[in-house]
């Protein structure tokens, strides 16, 4: 027979295994799985549907195919993905040590929650300054400016204490990306610093004494706290992107083991559904009607 026109599903990607299951080892061979015995069934349907009314008499020459057409399979998903096997991970991914480090999701969540309120609180300041005395617009852009300051600060921090992250993480996984340089992180921070320092004199420039200490004290205690939940933040998203990279890896890694192991079983799948069709109990024509 020609080549088929049923096209061999493509190995699952990382974004569309679903937040539930994305640290379940099993994960991507059990959707693989699934839409593998559904292409089977269809192309026991193209296979025996090619010979028309002759389909029946045909049967076991197209379930002989069997082997040939788990091949197919094999080639594509008994392979062990972009990267090479790392033991300790993948053992640790199935015994489920790697998932007590993932990071709560609920956790980042909240620290960014806490992050985008304090944010707001640097630009309530300046809009109450403005409602309160005679500053002009300028002190909520100011107001902005600091906030944005501050984040990049807690940028940089975050970056020069990615250290403790790799230790939080067994070595063994490999699973931190390359660092970009301490001198880059160095430069968000101090840059960052030096730009809060002076956003904050600016923003004091010409107030009352006893106002300029609110104002001061506010600005200073809302930038440490913008700095801190970045930092917070960064890590701990840092941490659960990596994490999340690397399971997929084990993900992938587990399926093609068990999609190697499982060549016997899509034969007799295979094999079943021509068997099915050939009694008439789905169609070799159209849409299958996958028997059970």
Not at 199 to 209: F, I
């Amino acid at each position: 027979m020609s080549d088929s026109s049923t096209t061999l599903p493509q190995r699952t990607e990382r974004i569309s295994i679903d937040a539930a299951r994305r640290f379940r080892i099993d994960a991507v061979f059990i959707d693989e799985n699934t839409r593998l015995k559904e292409w089977l069934a269809q192309r026991a349907n193209e296979e025996l549907g090619a010979f028309g009314v002759n389909a029946r008499e045909h049967a076991p020459r197209v379930a002989a195919r069997a082997p040939s057409i788990v091949e197919e399979v094999a080639l594509v998903f008994g392979v062990g993905g972009e990267h090479r096997i790392v033991p300790a991970l993948l053992n640790d991914a199935r015994n489920g040590t790697f998932q007590t480090h993932i990071p709560s999701r609920a956790l980042i969540a909240g620290v960014t929650i806490l992050l985008a309120l304090a944010v707001a609180g640097e630009v309530i300041v300046g809009v109450l300054q403005v409602l309160l005395s005679d500053a002009g617009a300028a002190v909520i852009f100011q107001s902005v400016l600091l906030a944005v300051a501050a984040g990049l600060a807690g940028l940089g921090l975050g970056g020069l204490l990615k250290r403790s992250l790799a230790r939080s993480i067994p070595a063994a996984w490999k699973a931190l990306p390359p660092e970009a340089g301490r001198g880059r992180h160095l430069s968000e921070f101090v840059v960052g610093l030096a730009a809060v320092g002076g956003l904050v004199v600016v923003r004091c420039y010409g107030l009352e004494a006893e106002e300029r200490l609110v104002v001061a004290t506010l600005s200073i205690f809302l930038s440490a706290l913008v700095i801190i939940l970045e930092v917070l933040r960064g890590y701990h998203d840092t941490k659960y992107q990596c994490l999340w990279w690397r399971m997929f890896d084990a993900q992938v890694w587990d399926a093609s083991e068990r999609h190697r192991n499982a060549r016997t079983f899509y034969e007799a799948h295979f094999m079943a559904q021509v068997e099915a069709l050939a009694e008439g109990k789905g169609t070799t024509r159209g849409t299958l009607v996958a028997a059970e």
